[in-house]
């Protein structure tokens, strides 16, 4: 595996449903991509971001790029997504950076 990977951020829900639908999403970009690849949620769901992050450094990943999955902003808890990945990124070693979907 590269030393590269996608962590696919999502809210989270409540409704199983939803996070079914997320997690079929992430399929079909996994499938699409040439790095490791995790999802993690903000809230309401598993695996955490945090969790997500510790699986693919687990699995070797150096760089972490990490994609907003959310379609519509939303309130974020007080610890949200920027802090989680910034705390991450003081890791010895490590680095995880904001993409859009686009790219930039």
């Known amino acids: ?7 696919l951020c999502g809210h989270g829900s409540r409704d199983p449903d939803a996070i ?10 996994r499938a699409r991509l040439d790095h490791d690849f995790a999802t993690g949620y903000l809230e309401f769901a598993r ?16 760089h972490i790029l990490a994609v907003p999955g959310m379609l519509f902003a939303a309130s974020v ?3 949200g997504k920027k802090d989680r990945l910034r ?9 995880c950076a904001k ?5 930039s």
């Open 1 to 7: 595996m590269s030393e590269t990977a996608v962590l």
């Open 20 to 29: 079914v639908e997320f997690e079929m999403a992430a399929a079909a970009l």
């Open 47 to 62: 695996p955490t971001i945090q969790e997500g992050l510790g699986q693919l450094v687990a699995r070797g990943a150096r």
């Open 77 to 79: 808890p007080p610890l």
């Open 87 to 95: 705390a991450f990124s003081t890791h010895p070693g490590q680095t």
């Open 99 to 103: 993409k859009s979907i686009t790219g």
